[in-house]
């Protein structure tokens, strides 16, 4: 035995000398100390520097942790260089003959080999957590971050280290059957090439030999999170290790030295094999049963769903948290009561499924008798019901733990038919509740607490009712940790270590949530509200940069708050609000195309760890006055610091990250309205949620920066105005162009998350908010204040549904037709804008002022209502007027300005336009001496039916495709021809132009139409150089060739700017059977331009 | 140590015959293999030293068969292949302490025995050299070293003298005989020379059959007769070589003076000399075995 040993150290210790003589491994230790340097050393500097390094690198364990997670892509690819070299490294070096003939085993030798590839690497590895300790020891110092190296040695032993053994025992098990050694390299590319780019975490994740799809991120408040599972899929491919092992030792050319020796290899890979079946299978039973235990689990609460339920008014919880044995146990006494017509004999109530009922009893102690299938608690009072409106008390005894991946039956992960929840490398969007014996997190949805009637399977369209309640809580934990709930919380240390917390609820709430763990807390009492900051001690370094600004800065956060309460027309309804820090897996995961997308925390607002860490607030201090120095701007500490803690405030209150893009997870603006309401019809409730946010952000923005660039109007009109159609035009994913088309197709109200997924909350997102914005413009944003306060004040604690909520827009002003929402939410139809005119003319009004009467007109062509906001530009200032367009309707508009008018431009809340809406005003000079009006009328629009005009967006257009170009995306980039949106190309809605570099002619852009009768027509050219650049680089000439019925004529234009950019081509005799077709070369020396041919009918 | 052939008989994909029915008892001292290119040397040495499985037969080492016992035989074997090489990126002595490893050593016996091996092959020197800048010699020495490394009761060494200076196949035959002592050593070659001086027992191998085996002294004694000397003119050379076999050659003034092993020609004045080894290798292979191999031909033509 001690032979056996010595043959295979001695192995290996030679082929990792051989290794570390090899340039490969150099190479990839290269690689490896660029990771680290990169995730370390550079985002250190970064921070240092005051860049936006993203949160995820600040946190303590997570940046050598993602060095780790992406070298692991990278070694893989030279484990394979490396580990292929196994058999034929004797040959090539003549020395198989020599080592054959040793008295090794062949197992010792190919286990030798083994051992020696994986230590080398495996020592390469250390070396790097050396220097990755080193590097976060110097963030340490440097920066201030906390200084934790077990978060990536955890990670490097549970995914690093078994995807490192897997992978070489599989490159060697490879080459000994494959023999190539080209093939099995092949092969093993192919492996890891198809897992990244197609597996991914499918098939139970038995494909994932490096964890890479897993679900892990670590957190700095609860680690890895849920690795359970993982634990297992790490185990399987250890045991697949041992198997392709003994399989390459059998499969290796040499004759055996002993059958025993052989047979002892069978037996391991026999067992072995047999184990790893084992457990894969346990893994794919585990989760298919788990799944079809929560499927079923969902069918039965379906059948419950119109039971008729109690309502239970107050909760009075004795709460022990933090025991190992069980996590949590509560005693809770609720107040039910029945306002149903009938008597209740049983009491339905749903409870997270890990958490057992151990006792209910009535008040007067009688027991009562009790059922509890997974999430569902049934009470059965059949000797005693609840008679219609009577109260009466019950205590229900619980305790265990918390299925944090379980509970909201509808999104579970990865399951057909269900709303999508899907887990990924970085997030663990299926975790969205925690309980450990230091930490909790746990919102009302993941059921913590008896809340009655079942929790899922209800239709989406008529949601589950919320029941309110107030509650008081007395929680008992550690005394270092601190409990945050809805309401104020007050501790009394106990014996032992422990304290209780006693939280008093006293306005109703839809859901009691939970949090606990050892924070930091800020606390300031605003005019209404406490202002509570709950926060990890590491996360918010350096605040007190804003000590010298204090007033200043809580003046900002008063006016916030009063600005909410200004848009939603009531003050705030909790005593106090509460920012909490939360892992950063409880909050990506509401951003999937979810229904509800929050986690229910009335008077809490999460903030993730990440954009909490990532905040440095000096150095962002530092950052902002060197610009505000370089800008010219005021660069006082006062004004600065200020603006930088606004900032930071925002990002709480009204995120805008690619996470949280909408930012209405986090924003205290449900506070106000949602929270008090029961609001039935989801798209009103996202759309109002959305509309509120937009509102608050543009207030807040003005109010506080008022000199910045004017922020966008909403989600839609920022996808409008951006000019990279590739780059932004896209909501979740998801291109404008095929919003629109989707959006003609499904009127709004039939779209469910179910059968459209993410497309249906892109759609409601582009759509809903624009169009209760709209609603709100048209009676003034005061009435519409007043709207919701009418709302709440009718409806407080009681189901609304946007009939209820039209109802209060109505009372304010009566023209909002009562088929509003029909009309925008039930229709498909969608309105598109174009400015017909755009003149002003000088007056004299008598008063020693000229002034400048514009007229504009603007018409909708398409059918259905519009409404929008007409801007004009002068020097000064800004010119507003809201505009209502009926079905193909075109109005004019007439108003007087001061100064003179630039631009008008046209800003839809809703439509199918892609680009600005915009014309130059032209004025003409005379001076007319009348009174200036101010007025708008519609007009009929003269459309010439005989002029047929093909633009660039249209269907007759085409411009070849060069090949190279395939592979491109978008495909109208590359050699040839590009898409480019300019206010000054011709269009209808999607003002775009196509151009292209000159070249030498071969690739012509192409007009095609059908004219409707023979004749002469017309030809004209349109091209607009508006701008200096094009001015400059546009080609002096285009070769035009247009096919008539008397041949093909070539034409050679000078473009050059014409009154309304058409530029005549001339007369030609069409045929109505043949195509009209006109080619544009691409010949030239500058930019060509193709953007729309006009054929009019002469005679 | 006694080494018992039988019937052995390898046969290569293809249908090639590299060993046909050898038999062959060697034991201690040293023995030696000759036989032209593809006659099988490699082959036999290969399955002594268990990198090959016979097609049939069996070789049986102090009466066990190797193919059940090939930890024993791989215990204390030494094995020079005729093509050796080692990993370029390491020294000498690095090298045979890594082979020394796998035969067991450690410790002050392995720095021991890589020392006196390194010594006795004349490499001690540059042990600290990269194998890569050896010359091809040192490379065949170094390989000579490594087969003796783990002091190996058996030595296979295949063509160990190729490529090797003549003062250095001197010490290598020297080194040899000392070592023949208590070993048994298979060595083979083309060099006749090789083994004349050393070796006890030869055997001749031609096409994968065994055809002779004995003292040389024996396969001299056949010949003996049958070597001739004689001068001749340049223009005479072609007919004697027709009906000859040509052994050397050495012009002198003018003339050419020949060795040759056959039957005298007609004509010719010629003296019969006393043969060498080499002469009788030349005799043997060309008459013995040539009629030989011709009967076989012509039985598998039919
Ligand atoms: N792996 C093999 N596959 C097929 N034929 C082989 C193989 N090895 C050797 N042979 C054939 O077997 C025969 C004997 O070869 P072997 O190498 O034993 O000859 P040898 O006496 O060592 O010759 P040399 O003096 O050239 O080294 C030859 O015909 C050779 O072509
Ligand atoms: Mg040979």
Redesign the pocket.
Known sequence: MPNTLRYILAVAANERMLMYRSAKFWVLASMGVFFIIFFLFAMTVGTIMGDGVPGEFLLEGTDAYLAFYFFGYVQVILIIFVAVDFRKLEEKWRLHEVMLSKPMTTANWVTGKYLGVVTSILYLNLFLMILAAIGRFIKFLVIGSGFNILPFIKYFAIATFPSILFMIALVFFLVSLVRVQVIAMLLAASYVAGLWFYIHHKFYGLLDYGSFFASIFHSDLIGFGDIQSLLWQRLFFVLLTVVLISLSILLYPRLSQSKVSKRMTWAVLVLFAVASGVVGYSIVEKSRSQQQIRLADRVEQKKWISEPLCRVEHYDFDIIHGERESLLQVKVRMVVHNANQAPLDSLLFSLNGKLSVERVNRHDGESIEFTQRNQLVFLNLAGNPLLPSETDTIRIQYAGDIDAVGFQLDRLPNLKGLIDKSDGPWIQPSISAWLSEDFAVLPAECGWYPVPGAAAGHPYYSPKPKNFSTATLRVVTNENLRVVSQGVAEATPLDDGKAETTIRVKSPVQGLSLNIGEYQLLSHQFKQTTLDFYYQKNHLLDYDVFAEVADTCLAAVERMLEIFEEICGVPYPYERLVLVEVPLHMQVFVDRHGVDNVLLQPGVIMVDEVSLASNRLASKVKKSTKRARRRGQDDSPIRVKRDVFIEMVLDYFLPDNIWRRDGSISSPMRNYVHFNLDIADPVLARALELQLHEEADRRIHDTFYPDRREISFSANDRMRQHDNRWMVRRIYGIEIDSLVSGLLQKPLSQLTPESDGVFYRAAIDFKAPPVLQMLSERITPENYANALRNLLDEYRYQRVGRTDYLKMIQTSIKDIPPDFFAEWFDQATLPGYRITKAEAEKIDTGQMKILYQVSTRVLNGEKGAGFVRLVCDTNKDKILRNVELGSYQEKEIQFAVPDEPQTVQVLPYFSRNSGNIRKQVSITNRISRRTAVDTSFVVTSIEDSLSIIVDDQDKGFFTPVSSEQRFLRPPSKGRSWWEWTSSLAYGKYYFGLHAKRGGRGEYPARWETAVPRDGDYELNFFVKIGSRWWQRNISQKFKIYVTSADGTFPIELRPQNTSDGWFPLGRFRLSKEDPAVVELSDEGNGYIIADAIRWEFVE | MQITIRNLNKV???D?Y?LRDVSLDISEGMFGLL??????????MKILATLEQPTSGEVLVDGENISVRRREVRSTLGYLP?FFGAYPQMTGSEFLRYIGRLCGFSGKALKESVEENLIRVGLFEVRDRKVKTYSGGMLRRLGVAQALVGNPKLLIID?PTTGLDPEERIRFRNLLSVLSRDKVIIL?T?IVGDISSTCENIAL?SH?RLVFRGHPESLVDQASGKVWQAACDEEDFGMISEQMNVISTIPVEGRLLLRLVGEPVDGFEMQTVPPNLEDAYMHFMENVVGEHVEEEAGVMED
């Open positions: 290569y994909s293809g090639v590299a036989g032209p290119n593809g006659a099988g040397k490699t082959t036999l005729q063509e083979s083309h191998l994968g």
